[in-house]
């Protein structure tokens, strides 16, 4: 009798489907709906948001320690240092902006304010969760 020394072809078509297994649940644990490319993307942008709102704090804080009272004070050359890439100057392409309200009660008051057709629905979620109101 004679004794085979090679990978039979079902020993090969079974080590190829166990492949294909494993790729496709790496797949979609990458890049599915909930996969570590999203979640990546959204702790990126919610860390951009928590930045911005902390930078409007600091402002706010600093800007009623001087009392300052006028709502235009904010000009735009602090707004862009505060949004950074979400700054624009062009009122047609502004995804978020800062809103800036006096009153006897809370001095400054900054809000920021963003496009609804620009954010996903997890990105408004974050927005809102952070005091931001939609653009009117």
């Known amino acids: 009798m004679r004794k085979e020394n090679g990978i039979t072809l079902l020993v090969l078509v079974i080590t190829i489907i166990i492949l294909l297994i ?19 993307s959204e702790t990126s942008f919610e860390a951009k948001i928590d930045q911005i709102v902390e930078l409007m704090d600091e ?3 600093l800007y009623n320690l001087e009392n300052v009272t006028n ?17 624009s100057s062009d009122e047609n392409k502004k995804t978020l902006d800062i809103d800036c309200k006096y009153s006897e009660e809370n001095g400054i008051v900054m809000t920021l304010v963003y496009k609804k057709s ?15 109101v939609p653009m009117t």
């Open 22 to 40: 494993i790729m496709g649940i790496t797949f979609s644990v990458i890049i599915g709906d909930e996969g570590m490319i999203r979640r990546t």
């Open 118 to 132: 620009a954010f996903s629905d997890y990105q408004i979620e974050i927005l809102e969760d952070n005091g931001a």
């Open 71 to 87: 709502e235009n004070f904010l000009p735009s050359s602090v707004k862009q240092s505060i949004l950074g890439e979400y700054y």
């Open 59 to 61: 402002k706010e804080d």
